[in-house]
Structures are given as structure tokens and as C-alpha cells.
């Protein structure tokens, strides 16, 4: 990179993370609290209501991620082309964004549907009850699976952009390039 994109970095970084923990934290504290509830039947509300704090928070997040991320595509356009490794990197870094933009939006979905439970008995955000009505609880075991998933695929994003940082050393920048251009 010829100059210093800080401020691309930072929203393409903190964005991230943001995401990352977000989804952790919800999947573990949000969920764990609502499971905790006395009465079975106003778990969904509880967990409705705390996913529902976090969305905007969450969209902010995927949204600051998204515009630094394309900023720093855009800034090292001549590495993600050139550099050997950068350009596999990258390819497996967008689709494993695109992979947890979907989780997320099914995620969301799916949590609306989970929130349907409300004044239904359930054991847990994610857990159906023997009450629990068919539709909330597929949706609950839909959801299990996409929370637990969710973390890993934002984690994923985090190591591959820790990968990329590592490829910017100037001496695995002389080794890529030269790889590129044996190739060539």
C-alpha cells in the first residue's frame, strides 16, 4: 500500500469483530439468560428482546465491515492480483463473508420465527419444549445450528484478514510477487 487507509482498516476491523463477538455473546449470554427465566412461556420474549437490541448494533457492524472491507479491496487492488497468496486469500475471504451475511439474515429470520413462541412454553432460545408449537420449534433447531455456526464463520473472517496483514510484511511481499511473476 502506497499510503495509510486507517480509517478503512478500522471500520473494516472493528466491524468484524463486532460481528464476531456479537454473535458469540448472543448465542452464549442472551440465549443462556433466556434459558435461565423461571416461567417457560416468557423465555421467547426474553430472547426476542435481547437479539433485538443487538440487531441495529449488529447491522452497524456487518455494514462498517462491508464499506472497509470493499476500501481496502480497492486500496490494494495491485496486491490482491499480484501478490501470490493475497488473490486465494481474498477469493476465500469474500466467500466466507457472503457464507456469514447469509447465516446472519437466515439467523434472522429465523430468530422471528422462534419469537412466535412467546407465552408457549420452550426450554431455551434455541431448545423446543414438548409444548413448543411445530413451526417454533423447527425454527428453534434451524437457529441452533446457524448460532453455533455463525461464530465460526466470522472468526474465519478475523484469521483470514490477520493472514492478510501478515502478507503485507515487506518480505512476504518480495516472496509473493516473485512467485507471481515465476508463474508468469
Do not use: C
Amino acid at each position: 500500500m502506497a499510503s495509510r487507509n486507517t480509517v478503512v482498516r478500522s471500520l473494516h476491523d472493528l466491524g468484524a469483530a463486532a460481528w464476531f463477538g456479537g454473535s458469540l455473546m448472543g448465542a452464549v449470554g442472551v440465549n443462556g439468560a433466556a434459558a435461565s427465566v423461571r416461567d417457560p412461556r416468557d423465555r421467547a420474549k426474553v430472547a426476542a428482546v435481547g437479539w433485538g437490541k443487538w440487531a441495529p448494533v449488529s447491522a452497524a457492524a456487518i455494514g462498517a465491515h462491508l464499506i472497509g472491507g470493499a476500501g481496502l479491496l480497492y486500496a490494494n487492488r495491485g496486491r490482491a492480483k499480484n501478490q501470490a497468496g493475497v488473490t486465494s486469500n481474498t477469493v476465500t475471504k469474500i466467500a466466507v463473508t457472503g457464507a456469514a451475511l447469509g447465516a446472519t439474515v437466515a439467523s434472522g429470520v429465523l430468530g422471528a420465527k422462534a419469537a412466535q413462541g412467546e407465552g408457549h412454553p420452550i426450554e431455551g432460545a434455541t431448545e423446543p419444549a414438548p409444548g413448543t408449537p411445530d413451526d417454533v420449534a423447527a425454527a428453534q433447531r434451524q437457529l441452533r445450528y446457524l448460532q453455533g455456526v455463525l461464530p465460526l464463520l466470522t472468526g474465519a473472517i478475523l484469521i483470514l484478514s490477520a493472514q492478510q496483514g501478515e502478507q503485507q510484511r515487506p518480505t512476504q511481499m518480495l516472496a509473493g510477487v516473485g512467485s507471481a511473476l515465476a508463474r508468469r
